[in-house]
C-alpha cells in the first residue's frame, strides 16, 4: 500500500524560507518522477515542480528562481503572499525520463501542507 506525506509548512513572512518534506512508503522515489502541486483557496490545483527519474527538473514560472526541488524535499525562498496554499506531494510512473506536468500523471498523491505567507 502506498502513501505519501507532505510536511514542513507553516507560516512565514514575506521573504522568507520554507523546505517542505515528502516521505514516502511502499515505493522508492528513484523510480517515479515527484510533483509538488499547490492549491490556494478558490484556485485549481497547479503543478509547482517536478523532478523525473534521470534528475530532470520543471520549475513553474511562479516559482522558477526561487525554488529548488529534490526527490524529498522542495525548498522555497523569497515567499510571497501568493505563495500561499495547499501544498502536496505527488509521484507518477516515468517512463520517458522527463518530468511529468500533468496531475493525471501522477497515480499517488499525498495530504497536502498549507504553507501561509504573511504580508
Known amino acids: 500500500d502506498v502513501q505519501l506525506q507532505a510536511s514542513g509548512g507553516g507560516l512565514v513572512q514575506t521573504g522568507g524560507s520554507l523546505r517542505l518534506f515528502c516521505a514516502a512508503s511502499?515505493?522508492?522515489?528513484?523510480?517515479?518522477?515527484v510533483g509538488w502541486f499547490r492549491q490556494a483557496p478558490g484556485k485549481e490545483r497547479e503543478l509547482v515542480s517536478s523532478i523525473s527519474t534521470t534528475g530532470r527538473t520543471y520549475y513553474a514560472d511562479s516559482l522558477k528562481g526561487r525554488s529548488t526541488i529534490g526527490r524529498t524535499y522542495l525548498q522555497m525562498n523569497s515567499l510571497k503572499p501568493e505563495d500561499t496554499a495547499i501544498y502536496y506531494c505527488a509521484a507518477g510512473a516515468d517512463y520517458s525520463g522527463s518530468p511529468l506536468t500533468s496531475p493525471r500523471s501522477y497515480g499517488y498523491w499525498g495530504q497536502g501542507t498549507l504553507v501561509t505567507v504573511s504580508s
Open positions: 511502499g515505493l522508492s522515489f528513484e523510480d517515479y518522477t
